[in-house]
Nanobody, 116 residues
Framework: QVQLVESGGGLVQAGGSLRLSCAASGIFFSINGMGWYRQAPGKQRELVASVTRGGGTNYADSVKGRFTISRDNAKNTVYLQMNSLKPEDTAVYYC??????????WGQGTQVTVSS
């Protein structure tokens, strides 16, 4: 059974940094895309950043220059380094893995709260 476990969320002051991690277990197949999404109260879930197996990255405009996504294929782990955090970054952050066959897997979510 595939399981994605996120860690690294918490409470931080504006301007601070956090690093999220998401490690997958039960993976016996190739993972293509890995990504981070977030959902703030009353809003739809949105893509924050994604990274392909080859290392190509994509970022939401709102986080460009502040967040960095990376992955360790050997460990089936994806990271999100978040710097210069703003109150509007407050949300539940979810990791997502996509298999080569197109199946998608989600983590349980980790809360990030940025105080002003």
């Amino acid at each position: 059974q595939v399981q994605l476990v996120e860690s690294g969320g918490g409470l931080v002051q504006a301007g601070g940094s956090l690093r999220l991690s998401c490690a997958a277990s039960g993976i016996f197949f190739s993972i293509n895309g890995m990504g981070w999404y977030r959902q703030a109260p009353g809003k739809q879930r949105e893509l924050v950043a994604s990274v392909t197996r080859g290392g190509g990255t994509n970022y939401a405009d709102s986080v460009k220059g502040r967040f960095t996504i990376s992955r360790d294929n050997a460990k089936n782990t994806v990271y999100l380094q978040m710097n210069s955090l703003k109150p509007e970054d407050t949300a539940v952050y979810y990791c997502n893995f996509e298999s080569a066959s197109g199946n998608r897997y989600w983590g349980q979510g980790t809360q990030v709260t940025v105080s002003s």
